[in-house]
């Protein structure tokens, strides 16, 4: 049973919040007089120290999900890393004063929470949050999340393992960047490809990536040996196809279009489990962050993160840090 020695929480916080779906820059509001939120049995509250930014965060702002959104309000944000300050009662794992990280919203876009990451406290859910591993700053823990989720369980899904070779869409993004590391020092691939533009080869090699391509110069789907795994980040699972060998798997985290086999949409399960999974690898830093060289932003300057995140130019995660 988790103990809790009580801490002084205010009934107000800081919070970014949109009333209405838009852009961010259209949309999103710093307010300042937003409720912290209670915490059921089953959550813990979270003095958040960090949060980080995804594609999700803009596409659920814009609206794209309304059928199956909280009602706005909202506070947005998914990612999230700080300090246990309060537990529910039928929490075991954690206790006040834990620095733990996770993101918040068990299904990205199927009933969210309607209170976020980006917010001075998040009241979550014990069984998507884990122990923030030891030799992270809360910045490099907010980073990870989501997009190592996604990355984790996209490549157990497409059925990769050791000795298999793996093309990356995308290797510099938040989720590729992880693909490339998870591919070659977790799972053990035999080959790992990845594409990015011309600026970002190196960073691909320095992640793991045997094969770095210029996506703007090289035709990859034009490869002589065709690959067992594609792991499409950026929308191209079509060409993706023609890259894979017979019998192999296509595996797209970008939805909304159509999709045509052997490709397959994957839709991240948020879980503490693949967290506490990954943990050793963090630890001996096979598994590094990779944030964005702008990063962090702080938490007056969300609007310009989200502008950054925008352009599609970011490199790995764009980060909130300090909050407030």
């Given at each position: 049973?988790?103990?809790?020695?009580?801490?002084?929480?205010?009934?107000?916080?800081?919070?970014?919040?949109y009333g209405?779906?838009?852009?961010?820059?259209?949309?999103?509001?710093?307010?300042?007089?937003v409720d912290v939120p209670e915490v059921n049995d089953e959550q813990v509250l979270i003095k958040v120290a960090a949060a980080s930014l995804n594609p999700v965060d803009i596409k659920i702002m814009a609206g794209l999900f309304k059928a199956t959104d909280s009602p706005v309000p909202t506070v947005a944000g998914y990612d999230v890393a700080g300090?246990?300050?309060?537990v529910g009662s039928k929490v075991k794992e954690f206790n006040v004063g834990d620095e733990v990280y996770g993101d918040i919203h068990e299904h990205a876009l199927n009933n969210p929470k309607g209170s976020g990451s980006l917010s001075e406290y998040a009241a979550v859910e014990e069984k998507v949050v884990a122990l923030k591993p030891k030799n992270l700053s809360f910045a490099e823990a907010a980073s990870l999340?989501?997009?190592v989720e996604t990355?984790?369980?996209?490549?157990?899904?497409?059925?990769?393992?050791?000795?298999k070779s793996i093309l990356v869409l995308g290797g510099a993004g938040g989720v590729g960047s992880l693909v490339v590391q998870l591919a070659k020092h977790v799972f053990g691939a035999s080959k790992v490809a990845?594409?990015?533009?011309?600026?970002?080869?190196?960073?691909?090699?320095?992640?793991?990536?045997?094969?770095?391509?210029?996506?703007?110069?090289?035709?990859?789907e034009d490869m002589p040996k065709k690959i067992d795994v594609v792991y499409d980040t950026v929308g191209e699972s079509g060409r993706g196809n023609k890259a894979v060998k017979e019998g192999g798997s296509v595996v797209t985290i970008v939805g909304g279009r159509p999709v045509v086999p052997p490709a397959f949409v994957f839709e991240v399960t948020s879980t503490g489990t693949v967290l506490n999974r990954l943990k050793p690898f963090i630890e001996e830093e096979k598994l590094k962050p990779v944030i964005d060289p702008k990063s962090p932003?702080?938490?007056?300057?969300?609007?310009?993160?989200?502008?950054?995140?925008?352009?599609?130019?970011?490199?790995?995660?764009?980060?909130?840090y300090p909050i407030p």
């Open positions: 049973m988790a103990t809790s020695t009580p801490v002084r929480i205010p009934s107000k916080m800081k919070a970014w919040v209405q779906y838009g852009k961010p820059e259209d949309v999103l509001r710093l307010e300042s007089e300090v246990v300050v309060k999340p989501l997009a990355a984790y369980g996209g490549l157990e899904r497409a059925g990769f393992s050791a000795g990845a594409t990015s533009s011309a600026g970002k080869l190196e960073l691909l090699q320095v992640l793991g990536a045997d094969l770095a391509i210029d996506y703007k110069k090289d035709k990859y932003f702080p938490f007056s300057h969300t609007i310009e993160a989200f502008s950054h995140l925008q352009t599609g130019r970011a490199t790995g995660k764009v980060v909130i």
